[in-house]
């Protein structure tokens, strides 16, 4: 079987090579997780999934646009694949549909966090991890305000969490004493956890090379070759590979790998930006993870450094690192924890997150008989890694998951979607 070496392709990797499956990787860069999984927020959790598409979102898009320090950027450009992205999103904005789809991200996010406990306890596997939680803050009340319906989706879940107050949000995070005065209080959510995406990934990826699974890196995917209602083989620049059953886990690039065979996958980059700030104090350092709520940034501490991550950027898939959004990261970390470490001595990345216009991601079988789909985990890669390893590795092996997949494969955007599309049934050439 072949796939890519993200966090979710080496979960998926690792899970079905765990299970007795012959697999190899197959992935572009020289190692695993040198792209979005790289440098992402740190965040594991599980009680933060929600899509960004909610009632009261266009409106707060117009905001965020106009801010300093803007959550939101987009780059007016002439890709009908974004503006069509954007309008299925504006779709998702109601009442219902945010409840829905929040809905299949807990399931999936919960399990996947369970998932990643069992896989530590039985493995080992370290990677700066902390469960401590995430705290949601707040700096106006107005915010605080319009916590009702995420609060009574956790309780119907059965998510734990906890509103705070200032002397409360002190007690956790000991570092944000001196600017309290700057928050109206907090959610916090005991359950979640966080950790180094690339340590685990990389990690992960050498337990499924002790248990027999192969990593070709350095291997460029060009293209799928279909026949009949069967993968045959996949073309890249060290050859044809073949084998009997194909996971796809390409990140944002999955949607252009399959649009020659037909399927319309609704994943398109939405860019964000980290900085890695090494700790000079660390009793002025954050705990865990702080989720600014007003410029969408978290705050993570892994080990002896603050990972600093956000902004939404939609500009197609330029990976250049813009100086405005390094001040935004800059901005909030210095504001909330002005002695915990040293922006000048950052690490500055970018990554592209996969993201589909309802959040949840694209994970099962396909219409193609031995193709299988893990992708489009968009803001949340990293938290439900380990479960979307372990529902595929259960579905390709036969076994049925421990968690019901329904709303959260491609047969969600419709048969248009899901089946071959008149004009693209053929095999072109796709470049990733
Ligand atoms: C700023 C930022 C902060 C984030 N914070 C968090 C967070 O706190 N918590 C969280 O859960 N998630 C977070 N995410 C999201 C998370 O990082 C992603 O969802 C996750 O990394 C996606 O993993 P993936 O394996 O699907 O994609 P990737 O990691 O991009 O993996 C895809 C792989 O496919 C390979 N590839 C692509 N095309 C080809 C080809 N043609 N041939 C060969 N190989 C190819 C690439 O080399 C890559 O290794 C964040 C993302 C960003 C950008």
């Known amino acids: ?39 992402n927020a740190g965040e594991v959790s599980p009680g933060y999934s929600a899509p960004w598409a ?8 117009i905001k965020w646009l106009l801010m300093q320090h803007r959550p939101l950027v987009i780059k007016p450009m002439l890709d009908p694949a974004m503006w069509r992205w954007c309008l299925q999103m504006l779709a998702n904005c109601t009442d219902g549909a945010y409840r829905v789809n929040k809905g299949r991200m807990l399931r999936l996010a919960e399990y996947s966090r369970d998932c990643l406990r069992a896989l530590r ?16 803050l707040f700096r106006t009340q107005q915010q605080l305000d319009g916590l009702g319906k995420d609060v009574e989706i956790l309780r119907q879940s059965g998510v734990p969490f906890e509103l705070l107050d200032r002397d409360g ?34 990690r992960l990826a050498k337990m499924a090379q002790d248990l027999g ?29 073949t084998a009997d059953q194909y996971v796809l886990a390409l990140g944002s ?19 964000g930006f980290s900085i890695t700030v090494p700790i000079t104090d660390a009793s002025c350092a954050p705990e865990s993870t702080i989720m600014d709520e007003t410029h969408k940034v978290a705050v993570t501490r892994l080990g002896d450094r603050i990972r600093v991550g956000g902004t939404a950027q939609l500009s197609g898939f330029d990976l250049s690192l813009a100086d405005a959004r390094r001040r ?45 789909l893990s992708t489009g985990h968009g803001t949340l890669g990293w938290t439900m890694a380990a479960g979307t390893g372990r529902v595929m590795a259960d579905l390709i092996s036969g076994r049925e998951p421990e968690i019901s997949l329904e709303g ?12 071959r599309a008149a004009a693209g049934g053929g095999l072109r050439p796709a470049r990733a």
């Open 1 to 39: 079987m072949y796939w890519c070496s993200g966090v979710i392709g080496t979960s998926v990797a690792y899970y079905l090579t765990r299970a007795g499956h012959e697999v190899t990787v197959v992935d572009r860069q020289p190692g695993a997780a040198l792209e979005t999984s790289y440098a």
């Open 54 to 61: 909610g009632p009261g979102v266009p409106l707060k898009a």
């Open 121 to 136: 306890d039985e493995t080992g596997i370290r990677y700066d991890e902390r469960a401590q939680g995430t705290l949601q």
């Open 169 to 202: 949000i002190v007690k956790v995070e000991p570092g944000l004493a001196s600017t309290q005065h700057k928050f109206a209080g907090a959610l916090r959510l005991p359950g979640d956890e966080t950790g180094d995406c690339f340590t685990f990934t990389q």
């Open 213 to 241: 699974a192969t990593f070709r890196f350095g291997v460029d995917i060009q293209r799928l070759e279909k026949s009949g209602e069967r993968i045959t083989g996949v073309h890249t620049d060290a050859g044809l590979l």
């Open 253 to 271: 690039y999955s949607t252009r790998m399959l649009a020659p065979l037909g399927l319309r996958l609704p994943v398109y980059p939405v860019k």
């Open 328 to 372: 935004t990261l800059e901005h909030v970390v210095t504001d909330l924890f002005p002695r915990g470490g040293d922006v000048s001595r950052a690490e500055f990345w970018t990554g592209l997150r996969p993201m589909t216009p309802d959040g949840t991601p694209i994970v099962g079988a396909t219409s193609i008989d031995n193709l299988f």
């Open 408 to 419: 959260l494969g491609l047969a969600r955007y419709g048969r248009a979607a899901a089946t």
